[in-house]
């Protein structure tokens, strides 16, 4: 089985502090550049999972940096550089403490809450009579806050102003550049056959400017739906055929877990690790139209990354 990055402990030039995400490892270089590695490590329901997914973290920096350079005119971003097929180095940024979402379609949580009464989300009214899988009039967008541990919270824009998490301007700069990205994600996606769902933006403040940050448009922050035969499985109530991160989440579903009391995360075979893998690169080549090129693993992975971010900080 190719190897898989779970664990990172670099020590680069001027490193002030590191932050060991569910996903991402970032290295905080002397409160200006961050060092993001995209391990291998996968997560589901706020709780990573036990066994890493060969070149996983490859294919969500890849496809990250070549969405954030299709996206840079219509928003500043924090990319300077992808030393690393897992490693992209950008500008710290003062991060607000809010996650847009935005979705085109009723599924995943939004259809769970849906089905389950819920008329309201974050403070967008939702229509009656809708079905899973259709999609809502006009994109919506639903905030969650951001927590550093357990689940983000759902909130609404009126809520985080009067909170005063983030500022009645800066909410809307966010909510503009939101909706503008999304669409330009939506075109991409189509050009592919595919359909971008929903997805999740992250955005943060540098020099009094509003940056969109962290990663854009993979499948761990977004999903992604097949163009192909969509009209016809959502007319005969059908599952979609899709590509995102929700194929786990309903695995371990099906397994009774959803981190609940009680409930024990199901074995992860080197088999099913695989499966999942091929999973990622088959969404990597849709949505760049490339084929995936398998980096080299047989080394360190550790030691790779190491030489290749140290060539570039010594430029």
């Given amino acids: 089985m190719a190897k898989a990055l779970t664990t990172t402990s670099f020590q680069f030039p001027g490193q002030k ?30 709780v990573v999972l036990p066994k890493g997914i060969p070149f996983k973290g490859q294919v969500l920096n890849q496809i ?34 809010v996650e847009m979402i935005i979705r085109s379609i009723l599924t995943g949580s939004a259809w769970r809450e849906y089905k389950n009464g819920a008329r309201m989300l974050c403070g967008v009214p939702l229509p009656d009579g809708m079905k899973e899988n259709e999609r809502f009039p006009e994109p919506i967008i639903t905030p969650t806050t951001k927590a550093d541990e357990g689940h983000d919270l759902n909130i609404s824009r009126e809520e985080i102003i009067s909170q005063g998490i983030v500022s009645a301007e800066d909410y809307a700069v966010m909510e503009d550049y939101t909706r503008r ?47 192909d035969g969509y009209e016809e499985k959502l007319a005969k109530g059908e ?61 360190d992975l550790a030691e790779r990354i190491e030489r290749n971010v140290m060539g570039y900080l010594k430029i």
Wanted: aromatic share 10%; hydrophobic share 35%.
């Fill in 64 to 97: 990250a940096a070549k969405q954030l350079d299709a996206t840079a005119d219509i928003c500043p971003n924090w990319k300077l550089a992808t030393p690393d097929p897992m490693v992209t180095v950008g500008l710290k940024c003062e991060g607000f403490r």
């Fill in 181 to 227: 990205i999304f669409r330009r994600g939506q075109e991409i996606a189509a050009q592919r056959g595919l359909i971008l769902v929903d997805t999740k933006y992250e955005f943060g403040k540098r020099d009094g400017k509003v940056i969109l940050i962290d990663e854009i448009h993979t499948p761990d922050s977004s999903r992604y739906f097949y163009a």
């Fill in 239 to 299: 599952p979609q055929r899709q590509l995102s991160k929700e194929f786990v989440r309903q695995w371990l579903i099906e397994r009774g877990f959803m981190n609940e009391p009680g409930q024990v995360m199901p074995e992860i075979t080197d088999e099913y690790a695989l499966s999942v893998s091929e999973r990622y690169i088959e969404l990597y080549e849709h949505i760049t139209g490339e084929r995936f090129e398998r980096e080299a693993c047989e080394g």
């Fill in 17 to 46: 502090s590191v932050y060991h995400g569910k996903v991402r490892d970032v290295y905080n270089l002397n409160d200006d550049l961050l060092v993001m590695v995209a391990t291998d490590r996968i997560s589901a329901f706020d």
